[in-house]
């Protein structure tokens, strides 16, 4: 895990912008004795509030409040969805989608998974496809609500389960369905996935900070996402 001071992307008087790395929590877990973004941001500085969560597998931007007034501010961006997010998200399909609206209930389940059902919260989510590539597509999510695992199952029910996604029906992705020809595995090897979690990344977040000033920041893709990317755009 890098310094907290390392992955800051933005910060002023009110807010901290970081992007997150994957595999830690957004906040306390099952396990308290594992590291999360809050208990680290709360060694940076004295009284911060994480204004939304990202899964613990995904990573990218995420904001933070270095106080009780900003932390008000941009909830009510939240609640009044003026604040937009988008994540980019391969998915093991190759499917063009176009301003394509999914508007599914998302019903929270008490294993900490979720289901569409009409019984669940409202969620809205749009996606467009950045490129398509020979094994997957590059996609851009922009979710109007925030319900839980929301991109994830939206994209399911569509049938563009993201790579690695096996609570969802997604697939991995090996270099030998991208590279059949001349692909050699090493004796006695298992050969292993391009990437090992959901590929789901939060890219960019745009508000209006305390002045009222519109702030957009984007988070770069974490070594793993890039690999991917770059193979996709290699052999496709």
Known sequence: ??????????????????????????????????????????VYCADPQVCHRLDKETSGILAIAKNPAAYRHLSMQFENREVVKIYHAVSATKQKLDNKMVELPILALKDGNVKIDREGKPASTIFNTLKVYDNASLIACF?????????????????????????????????SQMKSKNFN????TDEQPIIKRVALHAHSLSFKIMNGTELT????????????????????
């Open 1 to 42: 895990m890098k310094d907290f001071k390392e992955i800051i992307l933005f910060e002023d008087e009110d807010f901290l912008l970081i992007n997150k790395p994957y595999g830690i929590s957004t906040l306390d877990d099952r396990d308290i004795t594992k590291q999360n973004i809050l208990r680290m941001a709360r």
């Open 143 to 175: 979710p109007i609500t925030g319900r839980m695992h929301q991109i994830r199952i939206h994209l399911a029910t569509i049938g563009s389960s993201i790579l690695a996604d096996s609570l969802y029906g997604g697939k991995e992705l090996f270099l």
């Open 185 to 188: 595995l090493k004796k006695d």
């Open 217 to 236: 920041t984007q988070a770069e893709y974490p070594k793993d996402f890039g690999v991917l990317i770059k193979l996709l755009e290699k052999y496709s």
